[in-house]
């Protein structure tokens, strides 16, 4: 069994302003349907909370060891949230195939955030 780690650590305003900027467009690219309807729920935390996924959906692409891109978009790294509140991770399309070659079992997934940073933390578990 191999653990491997990924962090990343965003500014809230980057987010907003991309957000702010691109619109649709950039939402669309990012964050799935759920996500954005998690996000927007938070009302005047929705920044932090777009920013949180921002960093998980990274620091999910350093620990897989692949970055954003054909092996792992985005949009294909879904973060949601247990009725306990503990956010979890779903893989889709070619971020869940790069985690099924990797032989990936687990994915644990820590957030937080301020008014101005998010941080997420994460571990992958391999086979």
Known sequence: MTVLPGIDLVETARIASSIERLGEAFLVRVFTVEERACCESRGAARMQSYAARWAAKEAVAKAL???IGAAAAMHEIEVWNEESGEPRLRLH??????????????????????EHYAAAFVVVVRE
């Open 65 to 67: 060891g692949t970055g």
């Open 93 to 114: 399309g070619s971020a869940a195939a790069t985690a099924q070659q990797l032989s990936v079992k687990e994915l644990r997934l820590s957030l937080t955030h301020t």
